[in-house]
């Protein structure tokens, strides 16, 4: 395949959306660079922020570990923060924003604001129980500590309650493009990829 990233693929203002594990983080990279866009993770700023010990890092640790999330204030404003670097203003991938309903609502204020609108949702659909499998092993090798199995059912638990009605509402705006997610990485990317060029 050739790079023709703008041409081929009109759509700028991008989702990802899907459950723990569905491998969001590792698409959401490839995605972002094929397109030439920012991918920004909310998971990523937090860790982060933990790393650096920062007042928030602790405040969102705290529901984290839990497998929780942290609070839909403290989550907009710093998505609010994010998208007004320059980077952002000319399109971006969000990886794990929204995943509430007001966090919804807060997205499409910012939007509005700057006379913009989302032009796609993609969501990988996969396997419930290979996606708990997959987890448990990348917290036995990036040591993250929301990766037990524990916090991982927890994490899906969260998920259908508080994510998955998400679905219904950009589907109800006609932006959802669903891909296959429990294909390979190189499949899923291309996917993906040419879901966002139809
Ligand atoms: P992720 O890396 O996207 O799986 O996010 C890891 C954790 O960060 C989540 O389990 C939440 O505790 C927190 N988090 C990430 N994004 C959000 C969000 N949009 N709203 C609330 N909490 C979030």
């Known amino acids: 395949m050739t790079d023709a990233p703008h041409a081929a693929h009109p759509d700028r203002r991008l989702l990802i959306i899907g459950p ?9 990279a490839r995605i972002a660079e094929a397109l030439d866009l920012p991918a920004i993770s909310t998971g ?5 922020n933990v790393g650096e010990g920062t007042e928030l890092g602790r405040l969102a640790q705290s529901y984290m570990d839990k497998g929780e999330y942290v609070p839909d ?3 907009n404003d710093m998505v609010a923060a994010r998208l007004s670097e320059a980077d952002a203003a000319d399109g971006f991938l969000l990886d ?10 807060a997205l499409d204020g910012m939007l509005t604001e700057r006379g913009r609108e989302l032009d796609a949702v993609i969501l990988l659909d996969v396997d419930l129980e290979e996606v708990v499998a997959r987890l448990v092993q990348r917290g036995a090798e990036q040591g993250r500590s929301d990766d037990t199995e524990e916090t ?3 994490r899906l638990d969260v998920y259908a309650e508080q994510t ?3 679905v219904d509402v950009y589907s109800g705006r006609g932006l959802v493009r669903r891909v296959d997610g429990m294909a390979s990485i190189d499949e899923v990317n291309a996917a993906i990829l040419a879901a966002l060029s139809r």
């Open 20 to 28: 723990p594990g569905a491998g969001k983080g590792t698409q959401a």
């Open 44 to 48: 990523d700023i937090f860790r982060a």
């Open 73 to 75: 204030s403290v989550t």
């Open 96 to 105: 794990g924003y929204p995943r509430t309903l007001d966090q919804v609502a």
């Open 152 to 154: 991982i059912r927890r």
């Open 164 to 166: 998955a009605p998400l």
